[in-house]
């Protein structure tokens, strides 16, 4: 549904400060997972050990298993906010208004209604492997807070509402912001006094879903960690990282095995931690043997913003399962809309904006693909209102031959 624009009041924000500065610099960097001059990668106890129901399933796919191929899809689900505001703040006050300003977009682009076209999409393409990041979770909490939103169990709850049997077989725990205070007055956040009494926290997840309908593919060792290059920025209320990681599992399809592994680099605005994380992602995670690799990687194919590309897919690394020359550009990134109050990113833009391709599936070893098995999902409006799309990015979909 069309929300409308929640009132977002600067005086309230302003008297928050004081409040701000004491919650959140703790906060931010309470569950960052160690220093950040140290590797971390770790077992992931929150995934399953073994995957693989074949009970449930009724024949082979349509995209032939019977010859081991394996369709895989890739897709950032969009924290639905530019986090802009709160990042670019020079004082407490802006600050706090900036968290109300996003968290009332995260409101206004509708997850929930977001999750059902992601939904869809599995529905109709049926992936085996599906890699997802910015699967974001949003905790509210204090007096009468506005609803907070698990991505990933919204989008777990959509895809059993289809008959559809996925697992969250491993989840790479990234940042974890907060609490903030949220000076939403229009939503009971605000008292008088003023005082805010409302806290919001943002929680950042790289997820690896399998499909439990599959015949023969099963799955174990979930493995996570983060990148020990990390961004930290600083803001008015201490530094703060968006903590970059990666997931992964040991999986064989029909006896083949291979490695898949989940990723979500840094952004093109901070080049040389970027490319940096490329290389501990090519040097640890997606090293040696058959390996499928999807994520957002934050890196335009074309090089005309940095070389991780060109590193992931030099010769003897990764190989890119979109064939630039076959299927065109394939640009997935991304849908931008500026429309005040609301943060950057409303996805009320009516007109696709997507301009470079940095969503990716990658190969090596016996995992093959001639780059013409493949197709861009959530690139059409979903629906006549906004959020006009399921993501800020276009998925991407690719069937694979494990020879």
Not at 10 to 27: D, G, S
Request: net charge negative; hydrophobic share 35%.
């Amino acid at each position: 549904m069309h929300q409308p624009h929640p009132s977002i009041p600067r005086t309230a924000a302003l008297f928050a400060a004081v409040l701000a500065l004491a919650l959140f610099p703790a906060a931010a960097g309470a569950n960052h997972h160690g220093s950040h001059g140290k590797g971390r990668g770790h077992q992931n106890h929150h995934a399953h050990g073994h995957g693989g129901h074949p009970g449930h399933h009724q024949g082979f796919h349509g995209h032939g298993h019977a010859n081991r191929d394996l369709t895989v899809m890739t897709q950032n689900l969009y924290l639905g906010s530019s986090l802009g505001p709160a990042l670019e703040a020079t004082t407490p006050e802006a600050f706090v208004e900036g968290v109300a300003r996003i968290y009332a977009t995260v409101q206004y682009t509708n997850f929930p209604r977001r999750a059902e076209a992601i939904a869809d999409e599995v529905e109709e393409n049926e992936p085996d492997l599906i890699g997802l990041q910015e699967v974001t979770k949003w905790t509210t909490e204090g007096q009468s807070p506005p609803a907070g939103y698990d991505f990933l169990a919204i989008l777990e709850s959509d895809l059993a509402a289809r008959g559809l049997h996925y697992t969250a077989a491993a989840i790479s725990h990234n940042a974890k912001i907060g609490p903030a205070p949220l000076a939403l007055a229009t939503q009971g956040c605000v008292q008088p006094g003023p005082t805010i009494t409302c806290f919001v926290t943002l929680e950042d997840r790289d997820v690896i879903l399998v499909n439990d309908d599959t015949p023969g593919l099963t799955w174990s060792n979930p493995q996570s960690g983060l990148y020990a290059t990390q961004q930290t920025v600083a803001s008015p209320v201490g530094p703060l990282s968006f903590d970059r990681g990666w997931a992964g599992i040991d999986a064989k399809l029909k006896h083949q095995p291979f490695r898949f592994v989940d990723t979500h680099l840094e952004t093109e605005e901070s080049p040389l931690v970027q490319q940096t994380q490329a290389s501990e992602f090519l040097a640890g995670p997606a090293k040696g043997g058959t390996i499928v690799a999807t994520g957002d990687f934050n890196s335009a194919s074309d090089g005309s913003t940095t070389t991780s590309y060109a590193q992931l897919t030099a010769p003897g690394k990764l190989r890119d399962s979109w064939n630039e020359k076959l299927l065109g550009p394939g640009n997935s990134c991304c849908q931008e809309s500026n429309t005040p109050p609301l943060a950057p990113g409303a996805l009320n833009n009516p007109v696709s904006t997507l301009g470079t391709r940095i969503d990716l599936i990658l190969s090596r070893g016996d995992a093959r693909s001639d780059g013409d098995d493949a197709h861009l999902i959530g690139d059409t409006p979903f629906q006549l209102e906004p959020p006009f799309w399921p993501s800020d990015h276009a998925g991407v979909v690719s069937t694979l031959r494990l020879n």
